[in-house]
């Protein structure tokens, strides 16, 4: 069974990208635009791995995942946060973030990094 990653991201076109990438890697890959939606999709089917922006709308990246950690019923997920300020390393930490990526994302340096910290990682294609 493939490991599934929630990818959390309110660019639509990045949040495409990775989708593919991951997807290609043979990953089981759900998506959402914002924390809010994210939370559902969390409380839906659990992901084995959280790729969240930190900055978005409504709620960011760091209030998604403090709110996640906040709810004791679930269990604690690796979250790998996407930014492009350098705070995401400091206060990612702070939340127990596995790891964060730095905006534009390299695929390379996405895929190491997911497979690093997925159960069992990906399921070879082909």
């Not at 994210?38 to 403090?66: C, N, T």
Request: net charge negative; charged share 25%; no cysteine.
């Amino acid at each position: 069974m493939a490991a599934r990653i929630l990818v959390v991201d309110d660019d639509d076109s990045l949040r495409e990208l990775l989708r593919m990438h991951l997807v290609s890697a043979g990953y089981e890959v759900s998506t959402a635009a914002d924390g809010i939606s994210a939370g559902y999709l969390v409380l839906k089917s659990l992901p084995d791995l959280i790729l969240s922006d930190v900055s978005m709308p409504h709620m960011d990246g760091f209030e998604f995942v403090a709110a996640l950690k906040a709810d004791k019923t679930l269990p604690d997920i690796p979250v790998i946060f996407l930014t492009s300020v350098e705070e995401g390393e400091h206060r990612g930490k702070e939340l127990g973030a596995v790891g964060y990526l730095t905006k534009p994302v390299r695929a390379d340096r996405l895929l190491e990094l997911v497979a690093r910290h997925v159960p069992g990682g990906a399921i070879p294609i082909g």
